[in-house]
């Protein structure tokens, strides 16, 4: 199939093609602390997401995108491709381009039910799913009028961001779509960032704004190309916002923009920059560092790569509570990623991780939705979280003469693990002791609820025990 790349017609904002997008609704810019706090509530309370990573490339269970064997733009790895790189990086798995780029007409998830995916998310206990549309690969997973290398055109030809976002609808999940600036298929991109791939991918995210409803999170995923000045980022955002005032988009829309010639320029202007810099950072494989003062979501897979690879190399579901419980206590989400098989359905270690998380969660979900990180620092002894006028200590080690806490402004009135275990709190000036029976500490985490006679703001730290 020759791909045919439609020349893209963006509804114009009102501006001319000289001067910036009126961005007086982009939200970033503009809005009061107490907007944004409204605009990030239901985000900051739900805390659990899952992340989709499916294509074609499941088929040969190579990596989505990376297994794709081409010469790559600068931006990546020096432009070369995987097999030029096998010395440093090793024999990843990888297969040739224009194999890879043949798969879709193979891809025919038959057993693919966007219901039992949303079901198995709510099972697990999740409150918002963000799922690839196109990933750097450039293949479509939704009936684009953009680009005939999409799902339309494999076997299976459904639109599958359709089916899930109506799933989603359906039972109240939030729903995000992952979106890859960077293209490794698009011929304008791989030239160099320049005005065609740009109104391309500026008209993809339209589409995905405006054919689909209520689209809660744009997850971007980089951009190549350094020159700030070849890419229209303030239309873009401009347009998302007048689609969605209520969006959240993460820190990845300009990512690895900047000047890195004499010729590259930076942001037009700091709204610009401010704008681009979106709603959450993203900490990718690993746990953020405890920040109560900006929102962030770890993004971390469960298998071997963040596509499917195959039915090994999976973690424990006690590894992702003790992942979730990481991301909470620190002021963070979990976006939790499951790479699907080719037929369409979750792994059965997946499913299992699921299962087993969802199950946590109903004796533990007091203690992380809705709760806000603090007032202790977290750690490898485990973290703290409130939520009203209950303070959560979430206890992964338990020292042998009581875990020792810095001094609280508030008072314990109470105290009891969420499994209905009686804990001995003393407090002073110092702070707590907290002292637990070792025959009542829980796996993978001990949560002691303490009730205090006040609540705390959020953003509380308290300092380390002297
Ligand atoms: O290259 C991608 C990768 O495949 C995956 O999509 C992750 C998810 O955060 N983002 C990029 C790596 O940073």
Redesign the pocket.
């Known amino acids: 199939m020759k791909t045919i790349f439609a020349i893209t017609f963006i509804l114009l904002l009102p501006v001319g093609c000289w001067s910036q997008a009126d961005l007086s609704h982009v939200p970033q810019i503009n809005e009061t602390k107490e907007q944004r706090d409204e605009r990030m509530q239901w985000f900051r309370d739900a805390k659990f997401g899952l992340?989709i990573?499916w294509g074609p490339s499941s088929v040969t269970h190579t990596?989505?995108?990376?297994g794709r064997d081409a010469k790559r733009p600068m931006d990546i790895h020096n432009g070369e491709s995987p097999s030029e790189q096998v010395e440093r990086y090793g024999h990843d798995f990888y297969i040739p381009a224009d194999l890879y780029d043949n798969l879709y007409k193979y891809f025919n998830p038959v057993k693919f039910d966007a219901d039992r995916w949303v079901k198995t998310a709510r099972d697990a206990g999740m409150q918002y799913i963000v799922f690839?549309a196109k990933?750097?690969d450039g293949f479509s997973n939704y009936h684009t009028g953009l680009s005939d290398y999409s799902i339309a055109n494999t076997p299976f030809k459904r639109d599958i961001v359709k089916e899930l976002t109506d799933a989603c609808h359906k039972v109240g999940m939030k729903v995000g779509l992952?979106y890859?600036t960077?293209d490794w298929y698009h011929p304008a991109y791989l030239v160099g960032d320049n005005e065609v791939y740009d109104a391309f991918y500026r008209g993809q995210v339209q589409e995905l704004l405006t054919n689909y409803g209520e689209v809660d999170v744009i997850?971007f995923?980089?951009v190549g190309g350094r020159d700030w000045s070849k890419w229209k980022f303030d239309e873009l955002f401009a347009m998302m916002y007048e689609h969605n005032p209520n969006l959240i988009v993460n820190n990845?829309g300009a990512r690895f923009c900047g000047p890195s010639t004499p010729e590259d320029k930076g942001p037009a202007s700091p709204e610009i920059e401010k704008m681009t810099q979106g709603d959450f950072v993203?900490p990718?494989?690993r746990i953020g560092k405890m920040d109560l003062a900006q929102d962030w979501e770890s993004?971390i897979?469960v298998g071997k790569?963040?596509?499917y690879r195959g039915e090994g190399g999976f973690k424990t579901s006690e590894e992702c509570i003790k992942m979730l419980v990481s991301c909470t206590t620190g002021g963070g989400n979990l976006?939790l990623?499951f790479g699907p098989r080719p037929d369409g359905t979750f792994t059965d270690a997946e499913t299992e991780v699921a299962m087993a998380m969802g199950q946590w969660l109903k004796t533990y979900g007091d203690a992380i939705y809705g709760t806000r990180g603090g007032p202790y620092s977290n750690g490898q002894w485990g973290g703290s979280c409130h939520k009203g006028n209950k303070l959560y200590l979430h206890v992964f080690e338990w020292p042998a003469d009581g875990l020792a806490l810095g001094a609280l402004p508030a008072k314990v009135l109470s105290a009891r693990t969420l499994t209905d275990k009686k804990v001995n709190v003393s407090q002073d000036d110092e702070g707590l002791t907290v002292k637990l029976e070792s025959s009542d500490q829980d796996t993978p985490v001990t949560v002691v609820e303490l009730t205090l006679d006040q609540t705390f703001a959020p953003g509380t730290l308290v300092e380390k025990r002297p």
């Open positions: 992340f990573h990596e989505i995108s990376w690839t990933h750097h992952y890859s960077r997850w995923d980089h990845r993203t990718e494989g993004c897979h790569g963040w596509s976006l990623n």
